[in-house]
């Protein structure tokens, strides 16, 4: 049954009550200590006029010399992105950054040319500015701004009770507000250390996965479908240790909710049969390298390029400017054309016809020139124009005219129109013409009329 391990004298030597009394005395402690440093006569209040001074000299500081940190630092234009957000960050704390450096400066000296006890105020003020500087350092790199301000203020909490010489007191209190379930002890204490702890691993797991992410894509000796996969891989081994130490941190012990978590997993599994479907066919079309970042394929009425391989869809970018997000499972069961799967070579058909009155040789001969005039129209070798007769038609001699072209990416309707307008030059410049059909249409008098033309 649970309760609350506070009320239960065999595992805690105090009670709730007890705990909260101890915490509130020292805290009132610290407090009158804090009043009679500032209204007693001697060093302390000397300390705080030295305190005062040295923020009024920070910003003094501050003033003086923000101009010329300004222009240095537009002159750092080589600097990496991560640098030149640190120095940002710093240059908008200036005042505090000179008021860390003076106050840990003085600290020091005092500490060696004085009694310990002269220096003891403007150590706290010192240990204080410089843990709030790095807290706001630290927390630019939560990217979430709810996260952000729980994780700046939980931290200046709790550099302002280790300044302070409460964590002992605190720890004691939070410990004994917990929860007994069996071997099972979870206090206020547990679940704010877990809750740092994840905030902590997300975070380096996040920036963990960024850089793996870049170092592969970096690699030209991997291919971009391995590293997709690898960079799942190890995004999915990150957050899992994330998972797993979050688990542990809180108490719980893994055996004995493997049970639970199986028949869990298994109601899941039938609950989301089309996630884990793409989910194994994103892995399969990894393994396989059937399509990878920067093919040109073609999907019912969609033509793009891949832009992306997620978990559970590929991104296809079309040359309209939209991107859609098709599910992996269609990429594997339907009839997909990778324009550039093999190489980035692509070869398209031209028909057209002219009339009968053309030589033919002419016509090929002047397609072919025509076409080689275009700019992105490959020539030579096995990607040489060619153009051939397909048939007679009713009203004009049928051709087809095949060219290659090695970047589909930048659209295939662009090119086809540049290449019958390169045809329609190239004829009217040699006189061949283009046929359409025509119809005659022949009025037949009516039975009366045709009686007396026969009688005439």
């Known amino acids: ?23 509130t005395a020292a805290f009132s402690e610290q407090i009158e200590n804090l009043i009679e440093l500032m209204v007693t006569p001697g060093w302390r209040q000397y300390q705080l006029v030295i305190i005062l001074f040295l923020w009024a000299l920070a910003f003094l500081l501050k003033l003086l010399t923000q101009k010329r940190w300004d222009v240095w630092a537009r002159a750092r234009t080589g600097w990496p992105k991560w640098r030149l957000r640190i120095l940002i960050q710093l240059m908008r704390r200036l005042t505090l950054v000179y008021f860390v450096l003076l106050t840990w400066g003085l600290y020091w000296v005092m500490q060696q040319t004085t009694w310990p006890s002269r220096s003891y105020i403007i150590g706290v ?18 990217r979430n701004r709810t996260l952000r301000q729980i994780f700046k203020w939980s931290m200046w909490v709790y550099a302002t009770l280790i300044a302070l010489n409460l964590t002992d ?71 899992g240790a994330v998972f797993m130490a979050a688990i542990r941190t809180l108490g719980f012990d893994l055996t004995g909710i493997a049970l639970l978590s199986g028949a869990i997993g298994v109601g899941i599994g039938f609950g989301l049969q089309k996630v884990v479907s793409n989910l194994i066919s994103g892995i399969i079309i990894l393994m396989d390298r059937s399509i990878k970042p920067g093919d040109v394929i073609s999907l019912g009425d969609t033509f793009g390029w891949i832009n992306a391989l997620g978990a559970r869809y590929v991104s296809v970018v079309t040359r309209d400017g939209r991107e859609y997000l098709i599910p992996n499972e269609d990429l594997i069961t339907n009839q997909v054309v990778n324009w550039s799967h093999s190489d980035k070579f692509v070869r398209l058909d031209l028909e057209f016809g002219t009339s009968y009155g053309d030589d033919p040789h002419k016509v090929r001969a002047t397609a072919i020139r025509a076409v080689k005039s275009v700019g992105r129209v490959l020539s030579g070798g096995s990607h040489e124009p060619v153009c051939h007769i397909t ?13 290659w072209i ?35 249409v022949r009025l037949l008098p009516d039975d009366a009329e045709a009686q007396q033309l026969a009688k005439e």
Do not use: C
């Open 169 to 239: 007191d605190v720890a004691g209190f939070l410990d004994g507000v917990a929860l007994s379930i069996g071997d099972l002890h979870i206090s206020a204490l547990g679940i704010i250390k877990a809750v740092l702890l994840i905030g902590i691993l997300l975070t380096l797991a996040r920036i963990g996965t960024r850089a793996a992410e870049r170092g592969l894509m970096s690699n030209d000796d991997i291919t971009p479908s391995i590293q997709v996969l690898l960079a799942k891989g190890i995004q999915v081994l990150l957050y």
């Open 391 to 403: 048939g007679f038609g009713d009203s004009s001699v049928d051709y087809v005219l095949r060219f």
């Open 125 to 142: 003020f010192a240990t204080l500015a410089a843990a709030w500087l790095a807290i706001a350092l630290a927390s630019r790199l939560v």
């Open 1 to 23: 049954m649970a309760k609350l391990t506070g009320m239960n004298q065999d595992l805690l030597p105090e009670t709730l009550s007890e705990l909260y009394g101890n915490m």
């Open 406 to 440: 090695s970047d589909p990416t930048k659209g295939l309707t662009n090119i086809r129109g540049n290449v019958y307008l390169a045809l329609w030059d190239a004829f009217q410049a040699e006189d061949i013409s283009l046929p359409f059909p025509q119809r005659e």
